[in-house]
């Protein structure tokens, strides 16, 4: 079944303890995103990736990093979370390199609270 | 800078009627209009997309229209059921790799 996983889904932690949330397509897309949806802000773009090794800031990239060693993962890493990174985080992917202009693809969410 | 907005924000309606949500854009310079539907726990499921050539596009009892011209597009659900309750939300790109997104209409279909 084509699909995109996180994981964790549900993760709760302290502030400054280091996290990383997994995501995974095997639909060997070439675009994959991150994005966090906050009551009231929506849905922002957090980091993305063109291709394996080729990663760009989106709207809301402080506190964040990504990694892109292979097509299909693309983990999002909190160095040091804080309680204003609690948030519902949905990883996508899409078929071409202008990922946007195609079809998008998301995994489950994953809804982190940091204490 | 684009901005997109949905109205309503929710909208309940009995079982089997038809209905329409409302998604504006400031910028008429779109590439496509995509539609999802997000369901507690499921994620973002893609609806259907729009190119910005085109005026329609139709999945079942679903029908997205889009005129660039007015800075709209509408999601047309006829005969609703139960199972059509979700967030329903748009989004445009504003370049090759970013999307923005409405903040969604919460749809609660009453049986």
């Known amino acids: 079944e084509a699909q995109v996983t996180q994981n964790p889904r549900y993760l709760i932690t302290v502030t400054g303890k280091k996290l990383t949330v997994t995501c995974s397509q095997n639909?060997?897309?070439?675009?994959m995103s991150w994005y966090r949806q906050d009551p009231g802000l929506g849905l922002r773009q957090i980091y993305y990736?063109?291709?394996?090794?080729?990663?760009d800031k989106g709207d809301v990239p402080e506190g964040y990093k990504v990694s892109r060693k292979e097509k299909r993962n693309f983990p999002l890493i909190l160095e040091s979370p804080s309680p204003n990174q609690t948030s519902l985080y949905f990883c996508?992917?899409?078929?071409?390199?202008?990922?946007?202009?195609?079809?998008?693809?998301f995994g489950p969410g994953t809804r982190l609270t940091v204490t | 800078k684009q901005e997109v907005t949905q109205i309503p924000a929710a909208l309940s309606v009995p079982e089997g009627e038809n209905l329409v949500l409302n998604c504006s854009f400031t910028?008429?310079?779109?590439?496509?209009l995509q539609w999802f539907r997000q369901d507690p726990g499921k994620g973002l499921t893609s609806l259907l997309l729009?190119?910005?050539s085109q005026r329609e596009q139709t999945s079942g009892r679903l029908n997205a229209s889009l005129d660039k011209s007015s800075g709209r597009s509408t999601l047309y659900i006829a005969a609703s059921q139960p199972g059509d309750s979700a967030t329903y939300l748009c989004?445009?790109?504003?370049?090759?790799?970013?999307?923005?997104w409405g903040a969604g209409t919460k749809l609660i279909i009453k049986p």
């Open positions: 996508a992917s899409s078929p071409r390199l202008a990922g946007v202009a195609y079809e998008q693809y």
């Open positions: 639909m060997n897309h070439e675009y």
């Open positions: 990736s063109m291709n394996v090794e080729v990663t």
């Open positions: 910028d008429s310079a779109i590439y496509n």
């Open positions: 729009i190119q910005s």
């Open positions: 989004a445009v790109p504003y370049s090759n790799y970013q999307l923005i």
